[in-house]
């Protein structure tokens, strides 16, 4: 399908993400990777896991809901509660960050099979207002580039 710049240059800039992540992290010990640097931060392995769900249970539902209906209302993904929930930084590193992949590569493929008025569709996002796929984009986009900070 046609798509602008921008979007190809989004759909590329989200498909590196997780080769992004694999290059930050190669060499870093158990500790490193489990060590938060606050109370409040997450570590390497509780970023990927958020990536990972998010990515499925938030990008993924939000992406086919948007293509799929007029308009749709759209939940917040509550990450901090849902990392305590399922104990992240016990969960394994190469699984979640393969899950990732997997599930990021899938939503960029869907995404690159859209013509450029797809990326128009509107939803109400909850804590966000009403925005287009495109503004979904530039969210993930923006939320990758802030978790690839944290990995420095």
């Known amino acids: 399908m046609a798509h602008d ?4 240059e989004l ?10 992540i694999a290059s930050r992290i190669v060499g870093l010990s158990e500790a490193q990777l489990r060590r938060r640097k606050s109370g409040d931060e997450f570590s390497v392995v509780e ?3 958020h990536l990972r769900d998010l990515e499925i249970e938030g990008y993924g539902v939000r992406i086919n809901r948007i293509l799929a209906e007029d ?5 917040d993904f509550d990450g901090g509660k849902i990392a305590a929930e399922r104990d992240y930084n016990r969960q394994d590193l190469d699984s979640a960050l393969h ?17 450029v008025e797809g990326f128009d ?13 495109r503004a979904l984009l530039r969210l ?3 939320h990758d580039d802030g978790h690839l900070q944290t990995l420095v």
């Open 121 to 133: 569709r509107i939803a109400t996002l909850d804590g966000v207002g009403r925005i287009t796929l």
């Open 99 to 115: 899950a990732f992949r997997t599930a990021r590569t899938h939503n960029v493929q869907q995404m690159r099979k859209i013509n």
């Open 71 to 75: 308009e749709p209302a759209l939940a």
């Open 47 to 49: 970023n990927v896991c």
């Open 140 to 142: 993930m986009r923006e």
């Open 11 to 20: 759909l590329d800039r989200l498909a590196r993400t997780p080769d992004e």
């Open 5 to 8: 710049s921008d979007i190809n």
